[in-house]
């Protein structure tokens, strides 16, 4: 039914910025909230950043002041501007939507995309 499509991830030295984006593709009648995930190698998957509809953010602590979300609603998309990357950054980022409206009778889907990878070289 909806299908998240994420790019913008790759290899980047440390100090450096990278733009993630998200696209939720379907039958979409508005998103109660977008955001990002991040899971790193042998660590569990943690939340970076969340948007919900009436723009209303949050971030990680270890985001705070150098990652910025950003949502188009109408494209059902959202963004992640990363600035001065570290090494610890380094993880597979995970688009997340919660509670996409189907249709006028209250259904809604839930999910995840299927990660990007982000790697910040010292």
């Known amino acids: 039914q909806v299908q998240l499509v994420e790019s913008g991830g790759g290899l980047v030295q440390a100090g450096g910025s990278l733009r993630l984006s998200c696209v939720a593709s379907?039958?979409?009648?508005?998103?109660?909230?977008m955001g990002w995930y991040r899971q790193a190698p042998g660590k569990k998957r943690e939340s970076v950043a969340r948007?919900?509809?009436?723009?209303?953010?949050n971030y990680a602590d270890s985001v705070k002041g150098r990652f910025t979300i950003s949502r188009h609603s109408a494209k059902n998309s959202v963004y992640l501007q990363m600035n001065s990357l570290k090494p610890e950054d380094t993880a597979v980022y995970y688009c997340?939507?919660?509670?996409?409206?189907?249709?006028?009778?209250?259904?809604?889907?839930?999910?995840w995309g299927q990660g990007t990878q982000v790697t910040v070289s010292s």
């Open positions: 997340d939507v919660d509670n996409a409206r189907l249709d006028s009778e209250g259904t809604t889907w839930s999910g």
């Open positions: 379907g039958t979409i009648f508005g998103i109660e909230a």
């Open positions: 948007i919900t509809e009436d723009g209303t953010t």
